[in-house]
């Protein structure tokens, strides 16, 4: 009997250890600096309430200008649209820990679709003045322990422009709350401590659609497409970019390894999976959808942007996958590019082919799980529980409400 | 602080071009109302103008002095963040200074290295590919594809086993050497067994030597006649040959038949290794017609656009081989070419052995393989397709996407029986007249032009530009095989003078 009981024991040990070890010899598991989250479920470690705001501030908006849903910062209308229907989701805001305000603060589009920033200041604030005054959550902690998605240029800082948005900083009323924002660079004003960063929006039926036969060969050593110099903001270039993409441009224009040009063709998607190296240069802000493009169609990253704080950084190693070069070393990227030893490279791409990290990076309709969603509800869970020094005294007040431009006090 | 009104609408300016929102941002209408601001905008339309005048950007000048006296002072750049950011930018070069960011006031909350404002362009100084570095990435490249392979092609990839009938003729070489490099890019084991006809010959085995392939050459007793019906027909033998070789040796993979004058395509390979026993493929029939006029003439009235005539499995709708696509030769009937240097149509025959491919187990002698499977040792006589290797034709399995892929083309072009080609084209001794075939395009040394020489050809236009007008005409003369010497010699001679001058 007791012979049995330990044999059976010790297959049942094997098996879990063949179970553990087994790796797909394709792919490889994803661990980041908070361990492997990646596929964690957040379902159960946290609720969110979502106030009721009225329509005027996210479904007119949505209504005037239905583009919305395809740019690239469309990530706040489906989070809404997500949590709405997300088991996640409380309708009592008592045992909530994280409350959702949806607003749609970069849907304010000019006739050629960028937003325009300059009324999202007053339309936050005044969404704020009104969540004060009809609930008693964000005066008790004076926004701790709510998040906003703003998915703009420079995050909360509602500015295009890189020194206006410096000048302007964080919101003042915003400085207490979680931003989910895909702006992110080090010692920057406009990322504070604690913010999530994601990536932007891009539509995965139409990535999904332009798949081509994994067996094809990668024959393109280095992929770009996009602007070297923005002639009609930036003449004589050096501002875009901080110079780099020129400096790409002038270096390496005449190197047949770097396939790069300022054309658009419509085999962008099917070139990138034909692409080893896919450049992710800054532009006029530091993040891009070429990032998550690269990921998704398997084409390593080279992120040639200073400090920059890449989506879910906590979740996913981006050093393990991506190619950091510094804006200085762009003459040299070709040395950089060729030196790096081939397990290395097949080591990258073995980390992108994980199923879960071009999920990660996608925001699905439906939800999927383990998708940008989750990921950001799991950033969210791993803040959790808030401590105690977030909940105010009755009648303290730290935020200082009429801070900030005079344009920005004006009402909405 | 003077700066930044300046710099404030110059922004102005520029967010003004970017948006069509001029009017909402407030802070650029506060530049227009200060009189320091109006001074300002006048010392820069003023600096605008001298800088048309001398064709450089002025006020680059004036602010670099200005700002060089604050630099120091300024709590935002320190010296070496600037010497960091001056760098050689070779795209201006009446631009005097080079490139130095522009100092104004970006509040950046902590130190941090990046700098909001005016870069430099970093160019090396040779911006062009380092070779050894090119070689580099091609490695990589090369070796992420292999892992490519690896992962997503054939698993278990098999040995393939070429059977290429040939012999020596003038076109040999052109069709071998395709064939080679074909073979040589192939991913996988490869066996290569040459049958010549008329016996082993230094010149077939010179050439394939060259491929680095593991090859085997036999040679086969009879000549290659003359005909095309009796060449086809050696050529089954040929290859019946090459198929009792792999008997003997015992060889284990894919049999495929590679005429020496057809072209392959690389998928062909990759397709044939999901064979399990025979199968077959769609062959491209490239008929070479002289009278080619004609036919399109004709076929005008029946068809729109004359397809290329394609030999292979033809499926019914749920992809089993329903029947054959074989080539049409009611056209050609009475006009197709009989001895192989006959000007008219080669036709091919009904099926061709290049379209087949076999497992090699069904050659073995013994070992399981299929009943349907012929003894190849039992046949001799004629063959007329490789179907009759088999007893039961439906076994044969269409590959291709069912046949509807085009992997191969079947061409035959053979140049005069009579035609004589320089053993392994090698030019030995060399030719007795040797003529220069350009001139030098400078005019220091007149080259040395025997007596008999032909008239140049050549790029005369510049050399007669610069010196005498009269000489004009002989540049228009396109050079021509047959000269009149006197008219030659009268030229050349006329030609020193021109030198000379």
Sequence with gaps: MRKWFWSFLFIAFGFVCSIAAERNPRTERISGSAGDVLEDDPVGRLKVYVYELPSKYNKKILQKDPRCLSHMFAAEIYMHRFLLSSPVRTLNPEEADWFYTPIYATCDLTPTGLPLPFKSPRMVRSAIQLISSSWPYWNRTEGADHFFVVPHDFGACFHYQEEKAIERGILPILQRATLVQTFGQRNHVCLNEGSITIPPYAPPQKMQARQIPLDTPRSIFVYFRGLFYDVNNDPEGGYYARGARAAVWENFKNNPLFDISTEHPTTYYEDMQRAIFCLCPLGWAPWSPRLVEAVVFGCIPVIIADDIVLPFADAIPWEEIGVFVAEEDVPKLDTILTSIPPEVILRKQRLLANPSMKRAMLFPQPALPGDAFHQILNGLARKLPHQKRIYLKPGEKILNWTAGPVGDLKPW | ?501
């Design chain 2, 1 to 501: 602080m003077k700066l930044s009104a300046l710099q404030q609408s110059y922004l102005g300016r520029r967010s003004n071009s970017f948006r069509s929102s001029g009017p909402l941002d407030s802070s650029s209408d506060g530049a227009f109302k200060s009189p320091a601001a109006v001074f300002w905008l006048v010392l820069h339309g003023l600096s605008c103008l001298i800088s048309l005048l001398l064709g450089f950007r002025f006020s680059r000048l004036v602010f670099l002095l200005l700002s060089t006296s604050s630099t120091y002072t300024s709590p935002f750049h320190s010296p070496t963040e600037l010497a960091k950011t001056l760098d050689i930018r070779s795209v201006i070069p009446a631009d005097p200074v080079g490139n130095v960011p522009l100092p104004f006031p970006n509040k950046t909350a902590t130190n941090s290295r990046v700098v909001v404002g005016r870069h430099g362009i970093r160019i090396r100084p040779w911006p062009h590919p380092n070779p050894v570095e090119v070689m580099k990435a091609h490695r990589i490249i090369e070796r992420v594809q292999t892992e490519q392979r690896l992962q997503f092609g054939v698993k278990d990839p098999r040995k393939i086993i070429v059977v290429t009938p040939t012999y020596v003729r003038t076109f040999q070489s052109l069709h071998l050497t395709g064939v080679m490099h074909s073979l040589m890019l192939v991913p996988y084991d490869l066996v290569w067994i040459v049958v010549e006809a008329g016996g082993v010959s230094n010149e077939t085995a010179s050439l394939i030597a060259k491929s680095g392939l593991r090859t085997i050459h036999v040679g086969f007793s009879q000549r290659m006649p003359n005909s095309w019906d009796e060449r086809h027909k050696l050529e089954t033998k040929m290859r019946l040959r090459g198929l009792r070789i792999v008997r003997e040796k015992i060889l284990d993979g894919i049999v495929i038949f590679a005429d020496d004058s057809n072209m392959h395509s690389m998928e062909l390979f990759d397709e044939i290794q999901n064979v399990k026993w025979f199968g077959a493929v769609s062959v491209g029939i490239l008929a070479n017609s002289a009278n080619i006029d004609e036919m399109v003439v004709e076929k005008r009235g029946e068809e729109e656009n004359p397809r290329m005539p394609v030999q292979g499995p033809a499926c019914n709708v749920s992809n089993m081989l329903a029947g054959w696509h074989t080539f049409n030769t009611l056209p050609f009937a009475g006009k197709s070419a009989v001895y192989i240097d006959d000007r008219a149509t080669v036709l091919p025959r009904k099926l061709e052995w290049s379209g087949f491919v076999l497992n090699s187990r069904l050659l073995w002698k013994d070992g399981d393989k299929p009943e349907w499977m012929k003894d190849i040792d039992t046949l001799d006589g004629d063959i007329e397709s490789p179907l009759d290797l088999v007893k039961d034709p439906s076994v044969v399995e269409p590959l291709g996407s069912c046949g509807r892929r085009v992997l191969l083309w079947w061409l035959r072009v053979e140049a005069r029986a009579d035609s004589k080609f320089p053993p392994r084209w090698i030019i030995d001794p060399p030719l007795e007249i040797t003529v220069p075939s350009k001139l030098t395009p400078w005019p220091d040394t007149p080259p040395e032009l025997p007596s008999h020489e032909k008239p140049v050809i050549g790029i005369q236009e510049p050399i007669v530009k610069h010196t005498t007008k009269t000489r004009t005409s002989r540049s228009k003369r396109r050079s021509k095989r047959k000269h009149d010497e006197t008219r030659t010699d009268r030229r050349t001679t006329g030609f020193d003078k021109t030198l000379q001058n």
